[in-house]
T-cell receptor, first 116, second 114 residues
Framework: ETGVTQTPRHLVMGMTNKKSLKCEQHLGHNAMYWYKQSAKKPLELMFVYNFKEQTENNSVPSRFSPECPNSSHLFLHLHTLQPEDSALYLC???????????????FGEGSRLTVL | QKEVEQNSGPLSVPEGAIASLNCTYS??????FFWYRQYSGKSPELIMFIYSNGDKEDGRFTAQLNKASQYVSLLIRDSQPSDSATYLCAVNEAGGTSYGKLTFGQGTILTVHP
């Protein structure tokens, strides 16, 4: 496998459900990210992990809980979501900044989430 | 609040024409600027980045940066129907110390018609 893979690609859940999104990167990168993409809105950064440590939490509600067990895997645990949380959730990875990161984020195909 | 503004379009150009995509940003200290392309139903992919004032060319693509005007643009020469996509402008925070903390614009939809 190559690149950044996300599962599931589509998810429908009720407001009381608990589900998780999974992301895996095969690029040897050290940084991983969760972005939210809603219709007619800019991409919103949610979380950043660098060498498994969370370096950014962009004021995301606690109903979204990230987990990064190692530099290759990233999860987004979802609990008690609201209908307005329906969006495309994109995972991305990049080289760490020390190696001259050039802003090249490699994105997965995304997980399309619908909250009923 | 840092902002990146783009005209959402759609921008429609005929095949073979030059497509001009524009972006302005609010943080005067921003240091690096990126253009991502996103096909419908696909994830964004980086096509150009620019750090210095002036032009940077890569094939049919030219990125232009004017830091004094806080303006960055992307020109696509000899536009092809395969260039039809949403083009996202992204700006790195000043200082460049944040890992991947890009601020994105909402994107411009480009349609190239035969």
């Amino acid at each position: 496998e190559t690149g950044v893979t996300q599962t599931p690609r589509h998810l429908v859940m009720g407001m009381t459900n608990k589900k998780s999104l999974k992301c895996e990167q095969h690029l040897g990168h050290n940084a991983m990210y969760w972005y939210k993409q809603s219709a007619k809105k800019p991409l919103e950064l949610m979380f950043v992990y660098n060498f498994k440590e969370q370096t950014e939490n962009n004021s995301v509600p606690s109903r979204f809980s990230p987990e990064c067990p190692n530099s290759s895997h990233l999860f987004l645990h979802l609990h008690t979501l609201q209908p307005e949380d329906s969006a495309l959730y994109l995972c991305a990875s990049s080289q760490d900044h020390m190696r001259g990161w050039a802003g090249e984020l490699f994105f997965g195909e995304g997980s399309r989430l619908t909250v009923l | 609040q840092k902002e990146v503004e783009q005209n959402s379009g759609p921008l429609s150009v005929p095949e073979g024409a030059i497509a001009s995509l524009n972006c302005t940003y609010s943080d005067r200290g921003s240091q690096s600027f990126f253009w991502y392309r996103q096909y419908s139903g696909k994830s964004p992919e980086l096509i150009m980045f620019i750090y210095s004032n002036g032009d940077k060319e890569d094939g049919r693509f030219t990125a232009q940066l004017n830091k004094a005007s806080q303006y960055v643009s992307l020109l696509i020469r000899d536009s092809q129907p395969s260039d039809s996509a949403t083009y996202l402008c992204a700006v790195n925070e000043a200082g460049g110390t944040s890992y991947g903390k890009l601020t994105f614009g909402q994107g411009t939809i480009l349609t190239v018609h035969p």
